[in-house]
């Protein structure tokens, strides 16, 4: 097992799953630095052919995250500042990122810290979570939330919370779809990293096409996208359809086994 165990993000890696841990007292509230060190830490991830699966979790029991560090832009952070590879937060920009990523979240979740939560692709949850997207309060926009949000749950219903900035809680949620699982505190990582195994045992190949094909399709009509997988256009696709993991499954299949995963 390979850990970092100091400075604002905490690593932790078991086979094939990377955990990342945001760790910035009280509130891990999201400065520059931080959000440049969780870029090249998910971009080491997503160029790492051996990590398979990300876990985004934060320390503490109190806040997941409220997003930007308004006392680090008091101090000089610019809101429109360098914010790294990734983005803010590391995961909103970063190109290429064909490997799954499950957000761990516990308690205050708001702001920059659910843009962060949604660029996840499942989101567990504690039965504690509460979650705001306060932006109009302040006079901003929740940027990333305002573009991604409408596409995770009803239209109405994202735009009741940008246009509010009201609370809402795990229980309502988990209603709309916008996450997978609600845990006891005390399960939460447990579970995550239960699912975190079960997405670690799958093909490495389907993942990366699945994540690109959804990527690529938002912006594309349904047969434009439908042609650019079915004529290999997709690079992601194009190397699953001529790897040794298609024709593996179709033999485990044939022999009624397991299959055995290699990713090439």
């Known amino acids: ?33 931080t959000s440049r060190i969780m870029g090249q830490v998910f971009r080491d991830f997503r160029d790492d052919d051996s990590l398979r699966v990300a876990i985004m979790r934060a320390e503490g029991e109190k806040f997941f995250c409220p997003g930007w560090d308004l006392k680090a832009a008091a101090g000089g952070d610019a809101v429109d500042g360098d914010y790294g590879i990734g983005g803010f937060g590391g995961l909103q920009e970063l190109p290429n990122l064909n490997k799954p990523v499950i957000a761990a979240v516990n308690g205050i979740c708001c702001g920059g ?28 926009v929740a940027d990333a939330a305002s573009i991604k949000l409408p596409k995770r749950i009803p239209y109405h219903v994202a735009m009741d919370l940008l246009l509010t900035g009201r609370w809402f809680d795990v229980h309502e949620a988990k209603a709309w779809g916008l996450i997978k699982e609600i845990t006891a505190p005390q399960d939460l990582l447990a579970k995550t990293w239960e699912l975190a195994r079960l997405l670690e045992s799958g093909p490495p190949l389907v993942y990366a096409a699945i994540k690109e094909v959804v990527r690529e399709a938002e912006a594309m009509r349904f047969q434009d996208a439908l ?38």
């Open 1 to 33: 097992m390979d850990m970092r165990t100091t400075g604002p993000i905490l690593t932790r890696r078991e086979g094939g799953i990377l955990e990342v841990t945001l760790n910035r007292p009280k509130a891990n509230a999201i400065d520059l630095i």
């Open 113 to 140: 810290g659910l843009e962060l939560a949604i660029s996840c692709d499942l989101i567990m949850a504690s039965d504690t979570a509460t979650f705001a997207l306060p932006e109009i309060r302040s006079g901003t």
């Open 227 to 264: 042609n650019r997988v079915t004529k290999r256009l997709m690079p992601t696709v194009d190397r699953l359809y001529s790897s040794d993991d298609q024709l593996e499954g179709a033999r485990a299949f044939a022999e009624k086994r397991d299959p055995i995963w290699k990713g090439r």
